[in-house]
Antibody, heavy 116, light 111 residues
Framework: EVKLEESGGGLKKPGESLRLSCAGS????????MNWVRQAPGKGLEWVSY????????YYADSVKGRFTMSRDNAQNSVYLHMNNLRVDDGALYYC?????????WGQGTLVTVSS | QSALTQPASVSGSPGQTITMSCTGT?????????LSWYQQHPGMAPKLIIH???KRPSGISDRFSGSKSGNTASLTISGLQADDEAEYFC???????????FGGGTKLTVL
């Protein structure tokens, strides 16, 4: 089965850090670009970050630049999102999504809540 | 770049045809053909239904069609079915630091 599975979400206080993981299976993971996209409760989608297939090029939304870092380990078929200095408005369901500019496979998401 | 503009809601009866819009600017929708539509049922992950403005991925019903003119893209759903009731998001390549931007979503209600 072709799928993506996110993990690592949880409840954090403002200023704390968190690492999200996304494991891919059923497809040649190392050949695909990957992204993180988030959705605050009851809100729309917001692209967060991108990484190319080799892991040597990343892009970030202005809202997270300097605080979040995306990485990947193709040997583990996984991508990660390292989130530092979390803010209340970072609270959302975080999806990993396969593709460059078009996302043809999504995980079910992992929930991040940031509250004091 | 700001988010793309979508109507908050549209509705139609079973069997009818509806069209929803997605408006951007010359810097995003108007400049690139990287325009996608995603369907999201409540509690589920988004699902790609249209890419490159008018192309359907394998397995997507031909009741779904897309078009683009200038800075505005449209999604048309013909022969409305109950299962089409969902939220629909458009996305576009914005270039620069914003990379990909989404619309705010349109909730489709099948009456």
């Amino acid at each position: 089965e072709v799928k993506l599975e996110e993990s690592g979400g949880g409840l954090k206080k403002p200023g704390e850090s968190l690492r999200l993981s996304c494991a891919g299976s059923g497809f040649p993971f190392s050949t695909f670009e990957m992204n993180w996209v988030r959705q605050a409760p009851g809100k729309g989608l917001e692209w967060v970050s991108y990484i190319n297939s080799r892991g040597d090029t990343t892009y970030y939304a202005d809202s997270v630049k300097g605080r979040f870092t995306m990485s990947r380990d193709n040997a583990q078929n996984s991508v990660y999102l390292h989130m530092n200095n979390l803010r209340v408005d970072d609270g959302a369901l975080y999806y990993c999504a396969r593709g460059g500019l078009v996302y043809n496979l999504w995980g079910q998401g992992t929930l991040v809540t940031v509250s004091s | 770049q700001s988010a793309l503009t979508q109507p908050a809601s549209v509705s139609g009866s079973p069997g009818q045809t509806i069209t929803m819009s997605c408006t951007g600017t010359m810097s995003d929708v108007g400049s690139y053909n990287v325009l996608s539509w995603y369907q999201q049922h409540p509690g589920m992950a988004p699902k790609l239904i249209i890419h490159e403005a008018n192309k359907r991925p394998s397995g997507i019903s031909d009741r779904f069609s897309g078009s683009k003119s200038g800075n505005t893209a449209s999604l048309t759903i013909s022969g409305l079915q109950a299962d089409d009731e969902a939220e629909y998001f458009c996305s576009a390549y914005a270039g620069g630091s914003q990379f990909v931007i989404f619309g705010g979503g349109t909730k489709l209600t099948v009456l």
